[in-house]
Every structure is written in C-alpha cells, then in structure tokens.
C-alpha cells in the first residue's frame, strides 16, 4: 500500500522552531545557495520519459517541480527585496498549480535550472549581508492574514528546496533508475 503522505511530505512538513538561532540561519542559507548545484546533479542525466514522470501519483511530473522551484523562488527572491525596502509589504499569493500547468513548464528543463543558479547566486548575496534585524523584517501574506519574519521564511525556503528535491530522489529509488 502507497503511503500518499509520505509522497507528499518526505522529509516531513515545515516546522518553524519555537527560537529560530543563528546555527539554524547559517544552515538554511547554505541550504538555498547549494539548492541548485544539488537539483541539477540530481536531474542531469534523465530522459525526456524519466522528467514527464510524476514523483507521486496525482503530482507534479519533475519536470514540473524543476519549473515550479524556479517561479516559487523568484517569488520568494521578490518578497525579500520587498520586506528589506519596505515597511510589512502585502505580497502577491498566486496559484502554483495553475502555474504549474501553463506552457512553459513543458520547456526543457536547463532553462529553470539556470534561472534558480541565477536568483539563488543574487540571493545568497543578500541572504550574507542581512543583519540580525534584517531577519526580523516582515512580509504580509493575505492567505495567512499574518505578517513573516525573514528568519522563518529562510527557513521555510530551505525547507522547500529540500522538500521537493526529496521527491525527486524518491522518485530515483522507487523506479530504481
């Protein structure tokens, strides 16, 4: 029996930490700096069939998920700029499923696999140079109706990163390629 959660979730849900340390800020910068260079070692050598495969039945193919972490990235890169320009700024939610299933998620791969080197380089600049007050700017986000620490939303972007790079590598375990 396929255990649908563990498809979904398999390093587990985000958790924000009661006290987010400066340890657990250093790790997830290091975490979204390396994303890149991890996802296109991971997906180098698939065939065409191997990245129009789901990672889960009912998911995302990996060449969605490739296409997703660059528009859910350059998303994120954006909310930065905002809340270290901006007093609390609203930011704009959009729907990833939709986004996931427009035209330019069939495009090969490289082509978000270079945008995410790209706005994860831009980004780890930022992310070296923030402040510890830095980190406590917020962003407001409309879904959740509350305002986001940086901190936390480093964190969660790791998290992200490695969440859905786990769906892949699970993919390459259970079809044994």
């Not at 340890?23 to 997906?43: N, R, W």
């Not at 990672?55 to 930065?80: C, E, K, L, M």
């Not at 007093?87 to 939610?93: R, Y």
């Amino acid at each position: 029996m396929i255990d649908i959660d563990l498809l979904k979730y398999p390093i587990g849900k985000f958790q924000k930490p009661n006290n987010i340390l400066f340890d657990d800020l250093k790790e997830a910068i290091e975490g979204i700096k390396t994303l890149p260079k991890f996802l296109e070692s991971t997906v180098k050598d698939f065939s065409e069939e191997q990245l129009d495969t789901q990672y889960r039945p009912g998911g995302w193919t990996v060449r969605q998920v490739v296409h997703h972490f660059a528009d859910s990235h350059i998303n994120a890169f954006i909310r930065f700029k905002l809340a270290l320009t901006e007093e609390n700024p609203t930011i704009k939610p959009y729907d990833e499923a939709a986004w996931a299933n427009l035209s330019d998620s069939d495009l090969p791969i490289e082509i978000s696999v270079g945008i995410l080197k790209n706005i994860h380089f831009k980004w780890g600049t930022i992310l070296d140079q923030m402040s510890k007050s830095d980190f406590s700017r917020t962003y407001f986000h409309p879904e959740s109706q509350k305002s986001v620490p940086l901190d936390e939303v480093t964190l969660m972007y790791n998290w992200h990163g490695k969440h859905h790079l786990a769906h892949i590598q699970a993919l390459i375990i259970r079809e044994n390629w």
